[in-house]
């Protein structure tokens, strides 16, 4: 083995590391088979990193912090039933989610057929049966079944969302959109029949930006 495969071994070592730290700081239990699995996610993202530009992100220490638990951080906060990621990129935050809660139907809807190529090989690597890929824009999404929740990160403002993704959003269902720092101007603008149920301040271990998660849902 030489030197720099060393280096990259260890490098990947200290990540699984900062997977198993974090997720306990964030009070989740977490089994060997489903670390190995979220582990093998970012692996998978790094070997088409080095050819298709999914994520800035190349660290693997760094990718475990703001892909892994920077999506795993909402999860207290989402409600149970049927989830939409919504311009689902790389698959964040929707492949932790549906890897954490294997009862969860997941549908990740990318109109990017590169984006689309790559989660159809995490889907089948992972052997993930409770997720749906759906490679259109979400003008053109025609589910079955509405969503419980429909989460979107770095993907609109929060009035985009709702006007994109409303209509996908069963009667009781909200919208949680992953933010930084608090969007003011965009909870200002918040029109009927949307209405700002919460917005929650996140930490997320080994990040030090700020984080927000903004729930949305009709108003009453």
Same mark, same amino acid.
């Given at each position: 083995m030489s030197s720099a495969e060393r280096a990259m071994g260890e490098e990947w070592r200290q990540a699984g590391v900062r997977l198993r730290s974090g997720v306990q700081a964030l009070g989740i239990?977490?089994?060997?088979?489903?670390?190995?699995r979220l582990m093998a996610y970012l692996e998978t993202l790094a070997r088409w990193n080095r050819v298709f530009n999914l994520t800035a992100v190349r660290d693997p220490e760094e990718m475990v912090a703001r892909h892994i638990l920077d999506s795993?951080?909402?999860l207290p906060h989402l409600p149970t039933g049927p989830l939409?990621?919504?311009g689902s990129g790389a698959g964040l &935050?929707?492949?932790?989610? !549906?890897?954490?809660?294997?009862?969860r139907a997941v549908t990740l809807l990318d109109r990017s057929h590169k984006r689309i190529d790559f989660l159809t090989e995490v889907v089948a690597r992972l052997a993930l049966t409770n997720v749906t890929l759906a490679g259109r824009?979400?003008?053109d999404h025609e589910p079955p079944v509405l969503y419980a929740v429909i989460t979107a990160r770095a993907y609109a403002s929060l009035g985009d969302i709702a006007l994109a993704a409303g209509r996908l959003l069963a009667q009781d269902g909200v919208i949680a959109a992953m933010k930084g720092a608090l969007p003011t101007e965009e909870l200002a603008a918040i029109a009927h &029949?949307?209405?700002v149920r !919460?917005?929650?301040a996140l930490q997320v271990p080994g990040l030090s930006a700020k984080r927000h998660l903004v729930v949305l849902a009709r108003a009453p």
């Open positions: 239990d977490l089994d060997a088979e489903t670390e190995a795993l951080a909402i939409l990621d919504v &935050p929707g492949i932790p989610i !549906a890897l954490l809660q294997p009862t824009r979400v003008e &029949p949307y209405a !919460a917005v929650h």
